[in-house]
């Protein structure tokens, strides 16, 4: 499957650029994700990933390799990985292709386009419903948005403007604010599927009961 997503930041290109370099910030921006502490790289460019979903009783770490390429001069790069989850024989391969570049309508702020590809398979597939997964990625990408505003130095105060594919603006900080330090994330911080498979159809039948 394929999903289009992206987002505006209040900040120019350069800081946000550099931010993009530096692959234990994405991964605490992103929720769910982490490091994972008790991986082994397969190589000096490979990093080791744990991602975390929940569904009602089911608790899914998804466990893994990824990897990071940069385009310098395009400013452009992509992030590919491969991940499973032992607990429910689930697979997740994919790779997320990225271009950050200056906003045509201020130059003071970055317009960051993603393009993801992914494949599931295992007992979690059935939950890769294009709806489903498109409101997973709108999640993942406003609350992405959020935490890499929030970590960017010298950050304008206005509020970063709104995506077309559907994702929230995301929270400036104040002008010469420093980077934040990383905020400390319970085990227990995980991706709720259930909550978004109840608001997704919910959408489909807006007149349904909202238990």
């Known amino acids: 499957m394929q999903l289009e997503q992206g987002f505006t930041l209040a900040a120019p290109v350069d800081p946000v650029w550099t931010a993009f370099h530096d692959i ?4 605490d921006c992103l929720p ?21 979903v929940k569904l009602g009783p089911i608790a899914a770490a998804f466990a893994g390799q990824g990897r990071i390429a940069l385009d310098e001069s395009a400013r452009t790069g992509s992030f590919a990985g491969s991940a499973v989850d032992t607990r429910t024989s689930s697979r997740i391969k994919g790779e997320a292709r990225f271009s950050v570049q200056p906003d045509a309508a201020d130059a003071q702020s970055t317009r960051v386009a993603l393009t993801v590809d992914f494949t599931i398979t295992g007992a979690l597939a059935q939950f ?17 948005a959020d935490q ?9 105060p206005a509020t970063a403007a709104a995506p077309e594919g559907g994702v929230g603006a995301a929270q ?9 330090p990383p905020a400390s994330r319970p085990d227990g911080n995980a991706i709720d599927l259930w909550t978004l498979v109840k608001v997704w159809l ?7 009961s909202r238990r």
């Open 32 to 52: 769910g994700a982490s490091i994972d502490p008790a991986g082994t790289p397969a190589d000096a460019q490979s990093v080791p990933l744990l991602f975390k």
């Open 202 to 208: 919910r959408s489909l039948w807006p007149g349904a």
């Open 172 to 180: 400036a900080v104040a002008p010469s604010a420093p980077t934040a």
């Open 128 to 144: 890769s419903r294009e709806g489903i997964v498109r409101a997973l990625a709108e999640q993942l990408s406003r609350q992405f």
């Open 24 to 27: 234990a910030l994405l991964v």
């Open 148 to 156: 890499l505003q929030a970590r960017l130095p010298q950050a304008t």
